[in-house]
C-alpha cells in the first residue's frame, strides 16, 4: 500500500465520502477467433488489468463491484467482448443503472482493434466512420460497433451523469492506409493495433446503425464528437496507427498509450487535470513510437477521475518476503524499474534521512503492475515486517539506447549494421528480436505521402519503424554512407534521450513546482502578450512568423537555476534560456521569468502536408537546486564536467552513450532538479 510520510495522520476523503461515486466498464481484446492468428494482440488483456487495479486501489478507490470488466479470452460467455456484450454492459452497467447519480465518475476504457467502415449518413468529413472491433468480429466488419452508434450511447449516459472519462488505446482512422510498411514492420516500433476495412459493398450494407442528429464536430483524434460532458483521450491522431510493444522493465507487452498513462497517473493529486497528465503523455509516447501522437479532448481541464483519493506517494510498504526476497507495493504505475534500489526502514518510520535506520536494501529483479520483487543486497532479511516502509534510493533508467534495425541483404546494408554495433548510442535488432525505433533501407526516397519517387536513385533511407516515414534525410549508399548513417541516427537518439530526461524521485519536494508557458506578441500592439491556450483538442498551435516568449514559474520556495531548451521537429535541440554566454540562470522563488523574444520557424515546409500530422516541437525545462553546465545538450560532443553530480551522470549517458545502465542516485541532499515540457503544433 502507498503512504506518505508527510501526511499520514491528515488522510483525505475518499470519493465516497464526498457523495461522488465512480464506475467503470473497462475492455481488452487480445484474441479475434474470426481473424488470422497475426492480426491477434498480446497486451490488451494486461493494459485493462493494469487499469483495473489502478482504479480499484488506494489512489482512486473504485469499489471493485463497480468495475465491470470484457475481455478475449474470457473466463465465461457473459464477460466476453462481444459486440452483443460490449453494447449490452453500455446499458445495463452504465446506461440503465439507477444507482449512478449525476456527478458520478464514469471510466469506459478499451484497448484493442480499431478498423473503419463507409460513412453512409454523410456526418464524416473523412467519408469513413471509425469503429471498435468486438472479438466476433470477423473481416466483413459486420459485428464491429462505429464512432455513431457509441457517441447515442454516450448522448444517453449523459442523461445519467455528465462526468464520462474515455480512453481509447486502438486505432480510429479510414487515412492510414499510406502507411505502407506496416504489415511487414508489425514488430519494429510495436504491433498496430488496426484491422484492415472491409470492402465497400459490405460497408454499405452496414446501414442499419442508428445515425447522429447532426453533423459531428470531431476532435483530432477523429473520433468523438467535442462536447463538455466528456474527456476523452486516444491513443493517435486519426492519420496514425496506435500500438502496443514489449515493455522490458515489466517483460510484459502493453499499449503504448495505456504504459505512458499509467505512468502519468502514479504521481496525481487531488487537483491534477486531465491536461496536466496528457502533457506528459504525449511526449513520453512520442518518445516510444515516433509515428504516434495521443490526443486529447472534450473537458480536459476536469480534474483526473474527480481528483486523487490521496496525497502524492513518498513510500511504498513491503508486502511480503520469501527467502533472501521481498515483495514491494510499487510497480509500473509507480514508476519502478527493474535494477532501482530500495532501502526498507523498521515498521512505523515517519523520516528516513538516517541511513542506520535502515535494516535492509533490495535490488528490484521482477516489476508488475503494482508489486514488484527485489533480491537482498544489504541488511538482515529477518528485520524486514510486511507493512514496513521503502524508499527508492537509487533509480535505474535502463541503458539508453535507441534500438535500430536494419533492413535488407546488401553489402553496404551490412556495413550499416557493422557501424550501429560499434555505436554507445545505438543497438542493433534485427526482425523478431523485439522493437525497435528506426529502420534502415536501401530503397528509393519517399515522397510526403508515403509513397516510392522511383525518379530518384535508391538512397540509404532512415525510417520511423512502424509508419515508415522519412526521419531524416537520406543518405547516398557510397563509402562514406554508413558512417553518416550512424551519425544521423546517433543525433536522433541524443533527441529522444534528452526528451526522456525526467527525476522519477517522489520525495523530491521539486515535482509539479516548475512550470512552462507560452506568451504570443499581439499583432495588434507589439507591446502586448497574451497567453497560447489549447485548442478544442488541447493542442497548442502556433504559425511559422508568429513572435512569442516562454515563461517559466518557479512554485518552489527556494531559488532554481533553470536551463531551457527547445527541441524542434527538424532533430535540432538549441538553447532558449540562458542565451548563449549569459551567466543568470537563476529564477526566485515564487517567481517568474521570461526568455527573449523568438520568432516561429520551419525550416522544411515539406513537413506540414495533408497527409501528415502537424510537426510539433518541444520545449523543455530543468530546474536544479545546483548549477549544472548543460552545453552537452546542445554541443555535438559531451563536454567534460569537473564534478559529475547524478543529474550530469544521467545528462552524460543521454548524450554519449555507453555500455552503462544510466542510474540515478535520490540520495544527494545537496541536489534536486525536476523538469516540465510543453509541446507546440506549427502550422504555415
Known amino acids: 500500500m502507498v503512504r506518505s510520510s508527510v501526511d499520514k495522520g491528515d488522510k483525505m476523503a475518499s470519493f465516497a465520502d464526498r457523495g461522488q461515486q465512480k464506475w467503470a466498464l473497462l475492455i481488452g481484446i487480445n484474441e ?34 463497480h468495475v465491470l470488466k470484457l475481455t478475449s479470452p474470457a473466463d465465461d460467455a457473459g464477460h466476453l467482448a462481444t459486440r452483443a456484450n460490449i453494447l449490452d454492459a453500455f446499458r445495463s452497467h452504465l446506461i440503465e443503472n439507477t444507482r449512478i447519480q449525476p456527478g458520478d465518475v464514469v471510466v469506459v476504457y478499451y484497448s484493442g482493434h480499431g478498423s473503419y467502415v463507409r460513412d453512409v449518413h454523410g456526418d464524416e468529413e473523412d467519408a469513413c466512420d471509425e469503429t471498435l472491433v468486438p472479438c466476433d468480429s470477423g473481416p466483413d466488419h459486420a459485428q464491429d460497433i462505429v464512432d455513431d452508434e457509441v457517441a447515442v450511447l454516450l448522448d ?65 483524434g477523429g473520433w468523438m464528437p467535442l462536447s463538455e460532458g466528456y474527456v476523452a483521450i486516444s491513443a493517435c491522431h486519426a492519420l496514425e496507427r496506435a500500438r502496443e510493444r514489449l515493455f522490458l522493465a515489466q517483460l510484459k507487452r502493453h499499449g503504448i498509450l495505456t504504459y505512458c498513462l499509467l505512468a502519468a497517473l502514479r504521481d496525481v493529486g487531488p487537483e491534477t487535470t486531465y491536461y496536466d497528465i496528457w502533457c506528459q503523455v504525449q ?4 518518445r516510444w513510437c515516433g509515428s504516434q501522437n495521443p490526443q486529447i479532448e472534450g473537458a480536459f481541464e476536469r480534474k483526473v477521475f474527480g481528483g486523487a483519493a490521496l496525497p502524492r ?28 534500489r530500495f532501502a ?65 541483404d546488401d553489402q553496404i546494408l551490412d556495413a550499416v549494421r557493422q557501424s550501429v554495433k560499434a555505436s554507445p548510442l545505438l543497438i542493433l535488432t534485427e526482425a523478431g528480436e523485439g522493437p525497435s525505433t528506426a529502420t534502415v533501407r536501401l530503397r528509393h526516397p519517399l515522397t510526403p505521402d508515403g509513397c516510392e519517387d ?20 537520406p543518405v547516398t549508399p557510397d563509402a562514406e554512407g554508413p ?8 543525433h536522433v537518439a541524443r533527441y529522444y534521450n534528452i526528451l526522456a530526461i525526467r527525476n522519477t524521485d517522489v520525495q523530491s519536494k521539486l515535482q509539479g513546482k516548475v ?35 516562454v515563461e517559466v514559474e518557479n512554485g518552489a520556495d527556494q531559488p532554481l537555476h533553470v536551463a531551457i531548451f527547445d527541441c524542434s521537429p527538424e532533430w535540432e535541440v538549441r538553447p532558449i534560456f540562458p542565451i548563449a554566454g549569459a551567466t543568470d540562470d537563476q529564477v526566485g522563488a515564487h517567481r517568474s521569468r521570461r526568455t527573449i523574444r523568438f520568432r516561429v520557424n520551419l525550416e522544411n515546409p515539406e513537413m506540414v502536408h495533408e497527409s501528415l500530422p502537424l510537426p510539433q516541437e518541444t520545449l523543455k525545462v530543468i530546474a536544479t537546486t545546483r548549477q549544472t553546465d548543460f552545453r552537452s545538450l546542445w554541443l555535438s560532443r559531451m563536454r567534460a564536467l569537473e564534478e559529475q553530480s547524478s543529474l550530469a551522470h544521467l545528462i552524460g549517458l543521454a548524450t554519449g552513450g555507453g555500455p552503462t545502465r544510466a542510474v540515478r542516485s535520490l540520495e544527494e541532499a545537496d541536489e534536486d532538479w525536476t523538469t516540465d515540457e510543453l509541446v507546440f503544433h506549427i502550422v504555415t
Open 32 to 65: 479475434y477467433p474470426e481473424w488470422a492468428a497475426k492480426y491477434h494482440l498480446a497486451g490488451c488483456i494486461n493494459d485493462v488489468n493494469a487499469i483495473e487495479e489502478l482504479l480499484t486501489g488506494e489512489l482512486f478507490g473504485f469499489p471493485p463491484a
Open 156 to 220: 444517453e449516459l449523459a442523461g445519467r451523469t455528465r462526468n464520462v472519462n474515455l480512453f481509447f488505446d486502438s486505432c480510429h482512422s479510414g487515412t492510414v492506409t499510406r502507411a505502407l510498411l506496416d504489415a511487414e514492420e508489425a514488430d519494429a516500433q510495436g504491433q498496430a493495433r488496426w484491422l484492415p476495412p472491409p470492402d465497400d459493398a459490405v460497408a454499405i450494407a452496414r446501414a442499419t446503425r442508428p445515425a447522429r442528429r447532426a453533423t459531428r464536430s470531431l476532435g483530432p
Open 283 to 286: 511526449t513520453q509516447v512520442n
Open 313 to 340: 506517494q513518498r513510500y511504498v510498504e513491503v508486502t511480503g518476503k520469501d527467502g533472501d526476497t521481498v515483495t514491494l507495493a510499487a510497480g509500473l504505475v509507480h514508476g519502478a524499474t527493474v535494477g532501482s
Open 344 to 408: 526498507i526502514y523498521p515498521h512505523g518510520t515517519q523520516t528516513f534521512e538516517a541511513n542506520a535506520a535502515r535494516v535492509a536494501v533490495v535490488r528490484l529483479t521482477e516489476v508488475g503492475t503494482l508489486r514488484s520483487v527485489g533480491a537482498l543486497e544489504g541488511g538482515d532479511i529477518a528485520h524486514v515486517t510486511p507493512g514496513a516502509p521503502a524508499v527508492e534510493i537509487e533509480h535505474d533508467y535502463g541503458k539508453m539506447q535507441m534500438a535500430v534495425r536494419v533492413a535488407g
Open 454 to 473: 522511383r525518379s530518384r536513385d535508391q538512397m540509404l533511407c532512415i525510417l520511423s519503424s512502424g509508419a515508415g516515414r522519412a526521419l531524416v534525410e
Open 483 to 490: 558512417a553518416q548513417v550512424c551519425a544521423k541516427l546517433e
Open 515 to 549: 512550470r512552462l508557458r507560452l506568451l504570443k506578441v499581439s499583432a495588434a500592439d507589439e507591446q502586448q502578450v497574451e497567453p497560447v491556450g489549447p485548442d478544442a483538442g488541447g493542442n497548442l498551435v502556433l504559425k511559422v512568423g508568429d513572435r512569442v516568449y
